[in-house]
């Protein structure tokens, strides 16, 4: 028999005894249609020897009848014969009951008979005329006759006639006979015969089904569920059969198959655990390479909007704030400085640009740490710078460009260059929005225009554009 499954808690088969269903359905059909079959044949046997049987001795009883028949008519003595005739017909417990007989000469009249009534013999439940009919082919035959009737409820009877010869075939004896009995022995025997070939085709329908199911259905289903767990994942399931049939070859295949799949499948979790591995540590690499992209990319959004060299909003930022700055400014006041150092030139043609690079850049510093949050400086160009101061009157921008100024012109140079630069001044022109311009380009251009009146006055001064003349504060 099959080795043990060790499959814990699988799953319900769906079909799990459909095969062995099938096959008892089979075998059985199969067994009850041969064994039936035969129990047919040997019941229309045995009826067709029963009846065959019946029909001889009622053949023989009505042969026995002819001899005193053959003396009566020779005597002319037919009242011994009605008697002879009327005694065999009384019930005698025979299973082939004799129930009338008549004599018919050689012209088909009846000389003699059981009833009282000469003529054809009455046949209970049936038609006069069939027995006449019946009668008259006999009389012609030269051979016995008979002939079986089915009568009403389960009655049966059997119509015979015998040649009467004496020498001479001088008439004929014709008899009705009761068959019921006969019927009933049929019956029984049907009976029983169709019983017997059942219970014989369903024993051995059973039997076969146990046979088959435990050398193939049973093994078929355990190999079913082994297939199921290997569907389900549960790599580890063996049949280990014991088996040199067809069977046990196809269970050593399958445990073979389990074992490649279970290698397979440990050496791909085995790659994929690998290669998992890699793509993490690619994804720390790439993560790693975001950051510094993103890291990148901000510097150069910085670098794209600021001076390089002194730290605050180059140009191109300070156009987008200028644009900004008129977009929104509404009905808030807000101010342009240009601040342009005084005699630069001077500076880098004496100490080199070196020491210009460091002016310009504590320049810057000193002018962005006076400013507000809200308040924008630029880089313009060369020692230029733009500052723009957000919500800022124009009274308010001249006191801001006096403070710059100032601070600027206090601040001790030498110290951070190394060299006596001496005093450093800023000249400071002033626009304001919206009393002044309303467009950028026109308030740039005014500013600029006050910035070369604060040069043209002297430098280090303020100078604010307004009503179309420049004024000196």
Known sequence: MAGDLAVAQAKPMRHRHELGSRLAGVVALTLLVVVGGAGALSVTATAQAYREEARDR??????????????????????????????????????????????????????????DALGPPPIPGYPADLSQQF???????????????????SRVHLLVAVPAVSGLRWGTLVGVFDLSMVEARIAHSRRYVLALAFSVAALLAAVTYAAFSRMAVRPMQELAKAAEAIHDGRHDVRL??????????????????????????DSLEQKVAERSAEVEAKNVDLRQVNAQLREAVTELERLAHVDPLTAVA??????????????????????????????????????????????????????????????????????????????????????VARRLGLVVANHNFDTISG?????????????????DATESAQLVERTDQAL??????????????ESGLIEAV
């Not at 070369?452 to 554009?465: F, H, L, Q, S």
């Open 135 to 153: 009668s008259t082919l006999a009389v012609q035959s030269r051979h016995p006759m008979w002939r079986r009737l089915s009568g009403p409820g």
């Open 58 to 115: 009622a053949a023989g009883m009505l042969a026995m009848l002819s001899v005193p028949a053959a003396l009566a008519v020779a005597d002319s003595t037919f009242d011994r014969l009605d008697g002879y005739l009327s005694e065999a017909v009384r019930p005698s417990g025979q299973d082939v009951q004799l129930v009338a007989v008549v004599t018919l000469d050689s012209a088909g009249r009846a000389v003699a008979g059981s009833t």
């Open 419 to 435: 060299m006596p630069i001496g005093q450093v001044t800023v000249s400071i022109g002033i626009a304001n929005f919206p009393s």
């Open 240 to 265: 280990n059969w014991q088996r040199q049939d067809e069977l046990g070859a196809v269970a050593n295949s399958f445990d073979h198959m389990a074992n490649e799949i279970e290698r397979y499948t």
């Open 452 to 465: 070369y009146g604060a040069k043209a006055a002297g430098r280090n001064r303020v100078v604010r554009w």
């Open 314 to 399: 180059n140009r191109r930022s300070f156009d987008n704030e200028l644009v900004n700055f008129t977009a929104l400014g509404g009905e808030r006041p807000w101010a342009l400085l240009m601040c342009d150092i005084d005699h630069f030139k001077r500076v880098n043609d004496t100490f080199g640009h070196p020491v210009g690079d460091i002016v310009l850049r504590e320049v810057a510093r000193l002018l962005r740490d006076e400013l507000r949050g809200s308040d924008r400086i630029a880089r313009y160009g060369g020692e230029e710078f733009a500052i723009l101061l957000a919500n800022t009157t124009p009274d308010a921008a001249v006191d």
